[in-house]
Nanobody, 125 residues
Framework: IHLEQSGGGLVQAGGSLTLSCASSDHSFSLYHMGWFRQAPGLERESVAAITWGGGSTYYADSVKGRFTISRDNAKNTVYLQMNRLKPEDTAVYYC???????????????????WGQGTQVTVSS
């Protein structure tokens, strides 16, 4: 499936941003979805994930309580609401889709078959 990201940009510390990731493919609801990020010089890391029906969500400890992942399968879209942003949240953010079936190892990049194009989030101090 093709994933198209939107949102992101520059925000001051303490501010909020919402990232969106949309697909035109109606099989979107068959996929678990995840958000990853990669800061300069660092490896890409898992930020959050949500199961295909939205029944379960997962968060990295660094964003727990500040970020919220959600999805609207009727709109084929997954969201990442980011609140109380910190300069260390600065990174390129990617959405990704993992086929459902078996255990969902949401932090493992190999689980994900399709990726968005990435969007820059910059948090100024």
């Amino acid at each position: 499936i093709h994933l198209e990201q939107s949102g992101g940009g520059l925000v001051q510390a303490g501010g909020s941003l919402t990232l969106s990731c949309a697909s035109s493919d109606h099989s979107f609801s068959l996929y678990h979805m995840g958000w990853f990020r990669q800061a300069p010089g660092l490896e890409r890391e898992s930020v959050a994930a949500i199961t295909w029906g939205g029944g379960s969500t997962y968060y990295a400890d660094s964003v727990k309580g500040r970020f919220t992942i959600s999805r609207d399968n009727a709109k084929n879209t997954v969201y990442l609401q980011m609140n109380r942003l910190k300069p260390e949240d600065t990174a390129v953010y990617y959405c990704a889709a993992a086929p459902r079936g078996g255990l969902f190892h949401y932090t493992e990049e190999d689980e994900y078959r399709f990726w968005g194009q990435g969007t820059q989030v910059t948090v100024s101090s």
